[in-house]
């Protein structure tokens, strides 16, 4: 039996940007990250005014991640740049991502999160776990209606991001599969 995935988000649960902006939280490091629009122009505007994204990441988070059991994959509006950005940071290795597309954002009328959807499609029928600070019961009910194997969807206080038990959740939902050698 195949490992279940980890959906990733970034901005919450890996990097508390709701912390008191003034404080950076114990054990973590400080990124800077360009802030950039993407076009040539947005390119040489950054450049010249060196805005950047303040990032605070655990890198010992990096460690806990992988010794949980699953397969990681990003779930996060920084998509591919989670790679470049985050993972190396934290000890991890190139992961895999989910391509949000035109739902990235989109705001659904029936309340479920944009990334919701997509998240079920590229689990494809798998069991998986989604670390994020914007979950709520419509996204857990849309799961549980549209998926048929487990999913846990555990929300981060994006004040604090991963904690201890948080990654014991993580790791007894693991254990909870029979798939998981998860290490406590």
């Not at 010249?48 to 990003?74: D, F, I, S």
């Not at 989109?106 to 670390?131: C, I, M």
């Amino acid at each position: 039996m195949s490992r279940p995935l980890l959906f990733l988000d970034v901005d919450g649960p890996l990097n508390p940007y709701a912390a008191k902006p003034e404080r950076r939280p114990d054990g973590y490091t400080t990124l800077r990250v360009p802030q950039d629009s993407g076009t040539p122009q947005g390119r040489r505007e950054v450049s010249l005014r060196r805005r950047t994204l303040r990032v605070w990441l655990k890198p010992e988070h990096g460690r806990a991640l992988l010794r949980l059991g699953y397969e990681l994959c990003w779930a996060t509006t920084w998509m591919g740049d989670a790679n470049r950005w985050i993972g190396p940071v934290l000890g991890l290795p190139e992961l895999p991502f989910v391509d949000f597309g035109d739902a990235l954002f989109q705001e659904r009328p029936d309340g479920v999160h944009w990334k919701t959807p997509p998240l079920v499609d590229y689990a494809n029928g798998r069991s998986f776990a989604w670390v994020d600070d914007e979950q709520s019961d419509l996204d857990q009910a849309y799961v549980t209606a549209h998926h048929r194997a487990h999913g846990l969807l555990h929300h981060v206080n994006p004040r604090i991001g991963l904690r201890e038990d948080d990654f014991r959740a993580l790791a007894d939902f693991a254990r909870s599969l029979g798939t998981s050698r998860a290490i406590g």
